[in-house]
């Protein structure tokens, strides 16, 4: 049997990050069915279509190679005033870019939030789930 490929995104740049941390938990519980990589997403630049294409910058071009060659993506996010953080959602902005092609397309995707709002997270999740509609991924449906 192949072991799968995953791809960890994680909407925190703390380094005591709640989303991190479940996603290394992660690693720990899936090691033996799957290997988890944990992509950092710092010091990706805002997205700005003029650098994107052939012009975009490396950080970018990792985080669209990593998605593409992974067999599945896990992404958590903190909840930011009832949404995704602004770090996630700049890197799917980037992922989905250029128009028509998206390096999720198609890319199986996990949802995940860690907040200790009473909510857990849903308005975030929800805004996660939107997002990657339109950009072509498959989200399951409640």
């Not at 003029?50 to 909840?79: F, K, Q, W």
């Not at 028509?100 to 198609?106: D, K, Y």
């Not at 857990?120 to 929800?126: C, H, K, L, S």
Request: net charge neutral; proline share 7%.
């Amino acid at each position: 049997m192949t072991q799968l490929c995953l791809l960890g995104l994680s909407g925190s740049l703390r380094r005591a990050s709640n989303s991190t941390a479940v996603l290394r938990g992660l690693q720990n519980v899936l090691e033996a069915q799957a290997k988890l990589r944990i992509l950092p997403l710092h010091g990706m630049p805002l997205y700005n279509e003029d650098d994107d294409a052939e012009h975009a910058p490396e950080s970018v071009r990792a985080l669209r190679s990593a998605i593409e060659t992974s067999d599945g993506v896990i992404m958590i996010s903190p909840e930011y005033n009832h949404g995704m953080s602004g770090v996630l959602k700049n890197g799917l902005d980037w992922a989905s870019r250029p128009y028509g092609r998206s390096a999720l397309r198609g890319k199986p995707v996990l949802t995940m939030t860690a907040s200790p709002a009473f909510t857990g997270g849903v308005r975030a999740q929800q805004q996660m789930n939107e997002t990657l509609v339109s950009s072509c991924a498959p989200v399951p449906q409640p």
